[in-house]
Every structure is written in structure tokens, then in C-alpha cells.
């Protein structure tokens, strides 16, 4: 029998579909397109990068000229710059410094493509991880409101439509909670996870010739969608055909981080679709043994400095120049250090907001309430000036070009900073 047979091509049909991953089968026309009009999607992709376990933000970016920083971390205060050579700070702008472990990213500081936000985080006054990585990553406060989170609202409320089945993707395990509620969103760890699994009676090219036919003979959304995904499928499989070898010289960490940003700019390069990636970076909960320019703490921001840096580089200027990093925590930690030689949960932390174009870098932004004892905030913690969501608000209206901000943060009361530009 032919494969023009159309009682095999609905057979082949059939079973094509059932060895495509779950999250790539063609969707609904609702699922595809979303709410959206036909106005298309801007050139950029929005990257995130949750630090899980409540990083601490005074040792990310340290206030090292502050007296007071010294006086409550006697044994975890890193030595400033003008003491030794190598293990202090790298200074920022005379009274801040990066963690020595984040000197990779000190160029992109100091070219204007990478912002600090300090003293910033959520109302929301809880010390649980898991109350507060839900609460932000929902981008609400208290029960009420939806349950989706705030990618999937920004994906939804957007003014255009993009049906790619990887448009909202995570690069690990699980589906973050601020993807809850998006279309299609889907987890992977590889891109040679995509692909149509060969049938025992059935040939890979037939797999692809029997869909692309099927899907190629009729119209609307569904179809639409369909084609998008084989595409998809395609583009995919003859990139995990041959080893990825980063551009520019770029090398990345083995580990997961390195290995998820490194996959995410193979799925950038291949113009798949890709609006949003989330990843996430696990160890930050330093109640023990924290360490300073050596430690438990330094080994995570070695990881999270090289892979971000290698990530732009391999990116290049002109793509860079159309993605914008996010890099967040559920909470910062208390401004004195335990007797654990760690310190516990507090609540203000730290931002960084990098990108190739419509940064406002070489800068710390937002109100700093300092660190002496009449200036903390409860039993000794760095006092939340800035509220979060303004700064995503602001990503996604001058970087990912959705201005619908209430739709994405109900009830916020949007307040631009001058962290991005358009």
C-alpha cells in the first residue's frame, strides 16, 4: 500500500501524533493563539532566572563602604577593594561591589547592559520559601485574584499572536508557577528531547511527510498550528544532529545552569518561537557555613556569573541586543550574620536586570534605607523600598513590548523607575 493511501495516512496520522511530546501536539486554535490579535510578536525573548532558597543580597551586591556591614558580619564581610587583591569586592561605584564570584559580570556592568536593583522584593511578609516563591511568582498578594502566574498573564494579555509550541518554555524539570495558566508552556532539559520517536512500522520521514500533509490540506488556526510545530520539530532535530558548540568563544558551566542558558541560546538562534525561558538556580538557603570570597555561597555565584556571561557572549551583539535577563529570589536574608557563621531569612534582596540594548546598566537603582539598627526593618532586616513587580511591569512594557501591565500585576500601582528603555 502507497503512502498516498489516505486509510494509511490517517493511520500514520494518528500514530505520528502519539509520538510527538504531549506539550508539542498541535493545540486548540484558542490554545494556539491565545487571546490575541494579528499584530506580530516583537524580536524579543524575556529569560528569567529564579535564585531558590532566598539569596542573600547584601553579599551579591555588597554596601562594603557601610560600617555596619562589617559590624554584623564579622566573620562572612568581604574585605573591600582597596584591601589585597582577589578575594574583595569589585567595586561598582565606590561604596557597592559585586561579590568577587560575579567579576564575569562586571564588563556588562560597566558597558551599561547590566542594572542593580537593591533593597527590592515583595509585601508579601513571609519567611517560608515556599508562600514566598509562589506569592512572586503569581505576582499577588493574598488569596484573591488569579491563579495563573505572571508570565503566563503577560503571554495571554500581549497584543499579538505567536503560535510556536515552545513560545513559554522552562529549562529543567518542571513548570515554573509563574508559567501557570500559559498555553502549551512546557519543560525540557535538552533540545534533543524534541523530537517524532520512530514507530516500528513506520519511518521517521514518513512520521513527518504524513503530518505536514495532513496539516498542509487544511486551514485555520489548528492547522496553522500544526505546521508551526512540525517546523518546530524539524528545525530542532537537525540542530541536536551534531554536537552545539557556542559562538564567540563562549564557554558555559556543566552544570545545570550552564547547561539550561546554553540550550536556551540554541533555541534563540533557531527562531523557534521562543518569547520567554525560565530557569532556575538551586542552593541559595545559606543558614550554614555561607562562607565569603570561598564557600558554599561563592561556589553558586561562580556558576550564576560564568553562565550569564558565557550567555551573552555566545548570543552575540545582535541577539543580545533583543533579550532581556531577569535574576530574582524569594526573599534576601537578615543584615547580621547567625552563629551557624550563615545568616537566616530576611526580606529585601537583589536584582539584575541584564541585556544587549534598553538597559539602563552602570547603575544601582532604587532607594537604599541603610543598614544601622534604627534603620531595619523588624527583628534586623533590610527594608523593602521597591516593589518587584515595578520592575518586571517595566521589562515587559519597554523590552517585551506589552504596555498592559494592570492585566499582569492586578492592582499594582505601576511605578517606572528608569531601570529600561524601548
Not at 159 to 184: I, K
Request: hydrophobic content about 40%.
Amino acid at each position: 500500500m502507497s503512502i498516498s493511501s489516505p486509510a494509511r495516512r490517517q493511520f500514520l496520522g494518528r500514530a505520528a501524533l502519539a509520538a510527538i511530546p504531549a506539550f508539542l501536539r498541535p493545540r486548540t486554535a484558542l490554545g494556539a493563539v491565545g487571546l490575541n490579535t494579528e499584530q506580530r510578536a516583537p524580536d524579543h525573548v524575556l529569560v528569567t532566572i529564579f535564585l531558590r532558597g532566598g539569596a542573600d543580597g547584601l553579599s551579591l551586591v555588597i554596601p562594603h563602604a557601610d560600617d555596619h556591614y562589617h559590624r554584623s558580619r564579622p566573620t562572612l564581610a568581604l574585605a573591600s577593594p582597596t584591601k589585597g587583591s582577589g578575594t574583595g569586592v569589585a567595586d561598582l561605584d565606590g561604596y557597592f561591589g559585586l561579590h568577587p564570584a560575579l567579576r564575569p559580570l562586571l564588563p556588562l556592568y560597566q558597558s551599561g547592559q547590566m542594572a542593580i536593583v537593591h533593597a527590592c522584593g515583595s509585601g508579601d511578609q513571609t519567611r517560608s520559601h515556599f508562600e514566598a516563591m509562589a506569592t512572586m511568582e503569581r505576582g499577588l498578594y493574598g488569596a484573591q485574584g488569579p491563579a495563573s502566574g505572571w508570565i503566563a498573564r503577560h503571554l495571554v494579555s500581549a497584543p499579538w499572536r505567536n503560535p510556536s509550541p515552545l513560545r513559554a518554555v522552562a529549562l529543567g524539570t518542571m513548570v515554573p508557577d509563574a508559567l501557570r495558566g500559559a498555553a502549551g508552556a512546557s519543560a525540557l532539559q535538552d533540545v534533543g528531547d524534541l523530537n517524532l520517536h520512530d514507530l516500528a512500522s513506520v519511518s521517521h520521514a514518513q512520521l513527518h511527510e504524513c503530518l505536514h500533509s495532513m496539516y498542509n490540506t487544511n486551514s485555520g488556526a489548528l492547522a496553522t498550528a500544526g505546521l508551526e510545530t512540525l517546523g518546530v520539530l524539524r528545525t530542532l532535530e537537525d540542530a541536536a544532529a551534531a554536537p552545539y558548540h557556542p559562538s564567540n568563544g563562549a564557554a558555559y558551566p556543566t552544570d545545570d545552569l550552564g547547561h539550561g542558558l546554553m540550550q536556551t541560546a540554541l533555541l534563540i538562534k533557531k527562531g523557534v518561537g521562543v518569547e520567554a525561558a525560565c530557569l532556575d538556580h538551586y542552593g541559595y538557603d545559606t543558614h550554614v557555613a555561607q562562607g565569603g570570597s570561598i564557600g558554599l555561597l561563592a561556589g553558586q555565584l561562580t556558576t550564576l556569573g560564568a553562565s550569564i556571561a558565557a550567555f551573552a557572549k555566545d548570543l552575540g551583539p545582535e541577539r543580545w541586543a533583543h533579550t532581556t535577563v531577569v535574576v530574582q529570589s524569594e526573599f534576601g536574608r537578615r543584615i547580621e550574620e547567625n552563629s551557624g557563621a550563615g545568616t537566616d531569612h530576611g526580606r529585601a534582596g537583589v536584582m539584575f536586570i541584564l541585556g544587549g540594548h534598553g538597559v539602563a546598566g552602570g547603575r544601582i537603582h532604587g532607594r537604599w534605607p541603610g543598614l544601622a539598627p534604627d534603620q531595619r526593618d523588624g527583628p534586623g532586616d533590610l527594608h523593602v523600598t521597591t516593589d518587584y513587580r515595578n520592575v518586571l511591569g517595566e521589562v515587559l512594557a519597554r523590552r517585551a513590548g506589552n504596555g498592559n501591565v494592570g492585566a499582569v500585576f492586578p492592582g499594582l500601582q505601576f511605578t517606572p523607575m528608569g531601570v529600561t528603555y524601548a
